[in-house]
């Protein structure tokens, strides 16, 4: 069964940067649809990213588009969350799940696609 362990989070400044991880481990993240997930402070959890595997395709939310890139490294088997010009409202635990389905009309932006989850990174943007 796959696993995931998410990594990278913490204090940063507005404007600033991080770089989430999700290392997987009992399968190979290059047949999953991989994706991050947030939940702000008194918020619902919210697509963020995604990623499909054949072919490859990047989908965003409106909210982080040309901010945030998502990608992935099939050596390490990990998924990342490169984050630029981070915002107060970003601030949110962020989880990386994974949809067993990698082609094209997988994953999806509903939580509901996805089978696997991570314990969540907590990121927090300071003004």
């Known amino acids: 069964q796959l696993q995931l362990v998410e990594s990278g989070g913490g204090l940063v400044q507005a404007g600033g940067s991080l770089k989430l991880s999700c290392a997987a481990s009992?399968?190979?993240?290059?047949?999953?649809?991989m994706a991050w997930f947030r939940q702000g402070p008194g918020k619902e959890r919210e697509f963020v990213a995604r990623?499909?595997?054949?072919?490859?395709?990047?989908r965003y939310s409106d909210s982080v588009k040309g901010r945030f890139t998502i990608f992935t490294d099939n050596v390490k088997n990990t998924a990342y969350l490169q984050m630029n010009n981070l915002k107060r409202d970003d601030t949110a635990a962020y989880y990386c799940?994974?949809?067993?389905?990698?082609?094209?009309?997988?994953?999806?932006?509903?939580?509901?696609?996805?089978?696997?989850w991570g314990q969540g990174t907590q990121v927090t943007v300071s003004s």
């Open positions: 990623i499909t595997r054949t072919p490859i395709i990047e």
């Open positions: 009992g399968g190979t993240i290059s047949t999953y649809a």
């Open positions: 799940a994974a949809d067993s389905c990698s082609g094209l009309g997988c994953g999806g932006i509903s939580g509901k696609n996805y089978e696997y």
